[in-house]
């Protein structure tokens, strides 16, 4: 039988310091500035709990971006004390009293911890076609194509992404490249390359990711593999898709 | 004044929006999606379990068909749902799990020979047969004779949506972000689109279109502990309400979780139940057998979640400071099983409880978890008080799941309805009568109708304060209009709900921003919800039975004498503090499956006067068709009742198609 109950408070509470980088892009007036907020903290409290509190006790202007609250929407990627990660997952006493947030660098900036993944992760999709290409009429009536259970458990696992944008905000070659697709786009790209049902060819796929916007701009540093919570395997994707797509650039 | 123009606006980018939008595109119609956040940032996503397709390919599956999901879906909505609705959802299912599979959803898939399971509670040897190799498997799930419910690994719904958004894009269809629907452009009779709000700029767009389609999600926000994401706030239901006259089906059925964690509410997946996990008491006692000997953790939500609370209620919980709640056991499972199959739940455990699922119990209570109720719908979806106006997935009430929905039956709603009545608003729009003849002035007015609402409650100087009538409400339902209801406490519900409407008209704002502002966000959606919210507890309060997922102590007879029927909501005059029930009645002798006992839980129903009359004709014709679908034909013809698209058999192992 369990001995903790994550539900009991074991200590007494301790006193937060969460300190905000504030900016409304929408206000001309608007600078962006630290402001810090303190908080008596509460048994699993997280992230969530934490900011939506401040929301409205202390400051109900306080921007950000919170669907799910359960760590499968990808909406609530900032900076967690320096380090790009899902906020609603975060339990405050996983971290010391004081800490630091501030929205992912790279995206458009919507107003203090709220920033544009979506529109930017729309335009990856289109550009990447991120879809079934097939030529095959379905008929939907019938017994469906058949697969392998572990072909589908490996497509699977390249597609638990949640389009949250650590990895990108992660990426030194994003910071230098604005049109450069992440290991997000990459990921995309092996997943739809694993799955017989796309029946794109290997130069098919060259045409979208064979450049310094793609693959060959990547440098292989790996802060997206470090910061990625779906612990997606981006480095062994990216590598076997470089070589890959170094192969169709040779022949 | 922003307008534009469209032939069919979706409200709404989760599964059933999408797969609205995919629909009509397909048949040459332009469509906008309009959605709160990113479109595959949805409540949808969060479908760990599956999705229901009585496909019957593995040998847990054997036997399944149409006829068989009919009967659970049925049975499990506690003789609420409209059977040809029904019907129509169990044929098209199978049909829409393979086309999602068309279109990449990785189904996890049957492997032939040997393997272990876990049923209740014992450890079994499952032989999958070689011929099944390679085709979509099926888990158990709460409420089913058949192991029917589709899955990927633990992220169906995830898949699902991103497959689906990926079509979107692939078909071009714009799905415009950051967008909130504020009120439904109509003259009485017609709906001409949406006034819309861009949440990063403030500003108002008119969206004019031929046919409208709210396919919002539900209403579970209204509750202070709820599984949903944060914004299923049942602002599409208040959409529809807000015209005064479009009606809300059966807004008191709202269904509980038996296991949320606590305290975050985040769901663990009813496969914890299926694959073998167990509920325990504070003595580590597990009590289900004890109130449910046949189906025991395995029996429908509502059942479970009930019985839990009554445990409780005897003392058994275990205390915490967010109030009692009891074990629940997955160790039995193994860590290999955990990893592999519910490795989303392990994530849930480690991250907002920092346990781990494999060597520990999981803190769970019964939690607010899917609303049955919405925009009532004809079967085609379309609303039958404003033409042009169209519902579909947990937004709508169209109405296949009565007062109770089966796990697994939801996510499949959705994209089986987005078929269904994508096709019906393309057959509109090719009509002559889909023609938009209005006025500008029309549009005009709404617009600053609207407008003037949002300036009111930027220059107010009321004094209440939007999120403390928020969280006033949210305790009020879930203390009042929960689990168990009683009569005098939904008349203090009511009574509640009423006085917080009132003030609600008096909110101030500290922040006074027009573009992005959370603060005004709030307070514009909790005048809606109060309206929404006041529909559900009156709602209850009429309804002087048990049925389903509507508990009254006070009335624990299911009562088909008198309720066998559909509790219909209007919101009539604006300044009204109560919505205007009225009810439409379920017709026995076109049932195919009359009422009876639901196979779990207490017998306990006063029978409608034509049960036994229809039980008799049913009788008879089961002794005049060996055939299935003779049968079934002769029972409750629906088929035309389906488009083209939709009709025809499902193929299945054991039933070839020629
Ligand atoms: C934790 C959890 C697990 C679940 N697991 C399962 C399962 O395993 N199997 C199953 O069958 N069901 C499951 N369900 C239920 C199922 O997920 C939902 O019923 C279903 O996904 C609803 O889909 P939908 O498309 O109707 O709405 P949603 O996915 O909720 O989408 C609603 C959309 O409407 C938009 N929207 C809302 N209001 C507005 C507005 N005013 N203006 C513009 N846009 C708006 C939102 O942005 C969103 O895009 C689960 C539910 C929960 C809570
Ligand atoms: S390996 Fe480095 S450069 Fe390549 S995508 Fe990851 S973070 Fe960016
Ligand atoms: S690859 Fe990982 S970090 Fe990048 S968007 Fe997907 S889930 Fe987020
Ligand atoms: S809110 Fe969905 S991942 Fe954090």
């Known amino acids: 039988m369990s001995t903790v109950n994550p539900t009991e408070a074991q200590q007494p509470p301790r006193t937060l310091k969460i300190s905000i980088l504030r900016h409304n892009p929408q206000d001309p007036a608007s600078v962006p500035h630290m402001q810090t907020f303190t908080l008596e903290e509460a048994p699993a409290m997280t992230l969530f709990v ?129 049109d450069f697709v992440g290991a997000v786009g990459m990921n995309r790209i092996a997943r739809f390359r694993l799955d017989p049902r796309d029946q794109r060819s290997d130069e098919a796929f060259y045409d979208l990711i064979g450049d310094d916007d793609g693959i060959f701009g990547c440098m292989s540093l790996l802060g997206c593999q470090d910061v990625c919570p779906k612990n997606l395997p981006l480095q062994s994707q990216i590598a076997f898709l470089r070589r890959k797509m170094v192969k169709v650039g040779l022949s | 004044m922003n307008i534009v123009y469209t032939d069919v606006l ?125 085709l979509i498997t099926g888990r158990d799930f709460g409420g089913t004779k058949k192991w029917r419910t589709c899955y990927t690994s633990d992220g169906t719904g995830h898949s699902m949506l991103y497959a689906l958004g990926d079509q979107a894009i692939a078909y071009a269809i714009p799905v415009i972000e950051r967008q909130e629907a504020l009120a439904l452009i109509h003259d009485g009779q017609r709906c001409y689109g949406a006034i819309v709000r861009d949440l990063i700029t403030g500003a108002l767009t008119a969206y004019v279109a031929k046919a ?62 299926g694959d073998g996990g167990l509920l325990r008491d504070v003595d580590g006692y597990r009590f289900m057998p004890d109130y449910e000997p046949e189906k025991k953790e395995l029996a429908s939500r509502d059942v479970v979640s009930r019985r839990m609370t009554e445990h409780m209620r005897k003392g058994k919980g275990v205390k915490s400071r967010y109030g009692d709640h009891l074990w629940l056991d997955i160790t039995v499972l193994g860590r290999a099983h955990i990893e592999k199959n519910l490795r989303e739940v392990k994530e849930i455990c480690e991250y907002f409880l ?36 169209y519902s579909c997935g947990e937004a709508a009430c169209w109405d296949m799941h009565g007062f109770n929905r089966l796990g697994g039956n939801s996510v499949a709603e959705t994209v089986v309805s987005g078929m269904i009545v994508s096709e019906f608003i393309a057959d ?38 939007a999120f403390a009538l928020r969280r006033q409400m949210e305790s009020i339902m879930m203390d009042k209009v929960g689990i168990f209801r009683t009569g005098p ?140 679908f003779s049968l079934q034909q002769a029972l409750m013809p629906y088929e035309h009742l389906l488009p083209e698209s939709c009709r025809g058999r499902n193929e299945r192992l054991s039933e070839p198609l020629s």
């Open chain 2, 489 to 628: 406490e939904l008349q203090t519900a009511v009574d509640e709900l009423q006085a917080l409407l009132t003030r609600s008209r008096n909110i101030g704002l500290r922040c006074h921003a027009s573009g992005a502002n959370p603060e005004l966000v709030a307070a514009y959606r909790i005048q809606k919800m109060l309206k929404v919210a006041l529909t559900v507890a009156y709602g209850a309060l009429a309804r002087t039975e048990s049925r389903g997922a509507h508990s009254r102590e006070d009335y624990p007879q299911r009562d088909d004498q008198n309720w066998l029927k559909r509790t219909l909501a209007s919101w009539k005059d604006e300044n009204d503090t109560l919505p205007t029930l009225s009810y439409e009645d379920l017709d026995v002798m076109s049932m195919e499956l009359p009422p009876g006992f639901r196979g779990y839980g207490v017998r306990n129903h006063i029978d409608h006067p034509d049960t036994e009359r229809r039980q008799a004709e049913v009788e008879a014709r089961r002794k005049e068709h060996s055939d299935r």
């Open chain 1, 50 to 178: 934490a900011l939506n509190d401040l929301r409205e006790h202390q400051d109900p202007s306080l921007q950000f971006d919170f669907v799910c609250r359960a760590g499968i929407c990808g909406s609530c990627a900032m900076v967690i004390n320096g380090r790009p990660g899902l906020a609603c997952r975060t339990l405050t006493h996983t971290l010391a009293p004081e800490i630091t947030l501030a929205p992912l660098p790279f995206f458009e900036l919507i107003g203090d911890l709220s920033v544009n993944t979506g529109k930017w992760m729309r335009s990856m999709s289109e550009r990447l076609q991120t879809w079934i290409h097939s030529t095959d009429s379905v008929d939907i009536k019938r017994l469906e194509a058949r697969m392998e259970p572990e072909l589908a458990e490996a497509i699977y696992e390249l597609e638990r992404c949640i389009e949250c944008g650590c990895c990108v905000a992660a990426c030194g070659t994003a910071q230098m490249r604005e």
């Open chain 2, 212 to 273: 409208t389609t709210i396919a919002t999600g539900g209403y579970g926000r209204l509750y202070e502990v709820s599984t949903s994401a944060i914004i299923c706030e049942g602002i599409g239901a208040a959409l529809a309400l807000e015209t005064g006259v479009a009606t809300l089906g059966n807004m008191e059925a709202v269904q509980f979780h038996p296991t949320a964690i606590i305290p975050a509410g985040i769901l663990t997946t009813e496969g914890c139940r």
């Open chain 2, 354 to 389: 920092g346990i781990d699922p494999a060597t520990q119990w999981i803190p769970v209570r019964p939690t607010q978890h899917y609303t049955m109720g919405g925009v009532r719908t004809q079967h085609t979806g379309e609303s039958p008080n404003l033409k042009g106006l």
């Open chain 2, 428 to 465: 509109f729009c090719d009509s002559p009568d889909s023609e938009l003849n209005l006025s500008t002035g029309l549009i005009r007015e709404f617009y600053q109708r609207e407008s003037a609402k949002l300036n009111t409650l930027l220059n107010s100087t009321g004094n209440e304060d």
């Open chain 2, 10 to 134: 979706v409200i709404g980018g989760g599964l059933a929006g999408l797969r609205t939008a995919v629909g009509v595109k397909r048949r040459g119609h332009e469509a906008i999606v309009l959605s709160l956040i990113p479109a595959k940032r949805s409540h949808s996503a969060a479908a760990q379990g599956g999705m229901q397709a009585s496909l019957g390919s593995s040998t847990m599956g054997e036997g399944d068909n149409e006829d068989v999901h009919f009967e659970d879906t049925v049975r499990g909505s506690d003789w609420g749902a409209d059977q040809a609705v029904v019907r129509m959802f169990v044929n098209t299912a199978p049909k829409a799990v393979r086309e999602l599979a068309a279109w990449g959803v990785p189904w996890s898939r049957v492997q032939q020979g040997e393997r272990e399971s876990i049923i209740n509670a014992e450890k079994v040897t499952i032989r999958e047969k070689a011929e099944a190799h390679g």
